[in-house]
């Protein structure tokens, strides 16, 4: 998973031109949004459920991701699990 895609997905589902009106639509400020591609910073949960909502995906997926990518050690490696498990079920419900 990559924010750099969610970002791009988002742009394009809500046919919207760049960044800039990507943003906007997020009420945030446009600085954010390099800093998300560069891995520099997370966006919130909210941010990232409403960029989910734009881009026509499920957001429990990318909670998820952002969750583990903001803990570390022995936490990190339980929020895996958890996110493994999901992906799992998810997938099972698919097929």
């Known amino acids: ?3 750099s895609e969610l970002l791009a997905l988002a ?4 046919q919207l031109k760049n960044k800039r009106q990507l943003a906007a639509k997020l009420n945030i400020a446009e600085a954010h949004m390099g800093k998300y591609q560069k891995g520099h910073y997370l966006p919130s949960d909210e941010t990232l459920f409403k960029l989910c909502r734009l881009a026509e995906t499920d ?3 990318w909670l998820l991701w952002a969750r583990m990518q903001r803990e570390e050690g022995e936490a990190r490696q339980e929020w895996e699990k958890i996110a493994a498990i999901y ?3 998810t997938s099972t419900q698919v097929a």
Do not use: S
């Open 1 to 3: 998973m990559n924010i």
């Open 59 to 61: 957001p429990a997926q």
């Open 87 to 89: 992906v799992k079920e």
């Open 11 to 14: 742009i394009q589902k809500a």
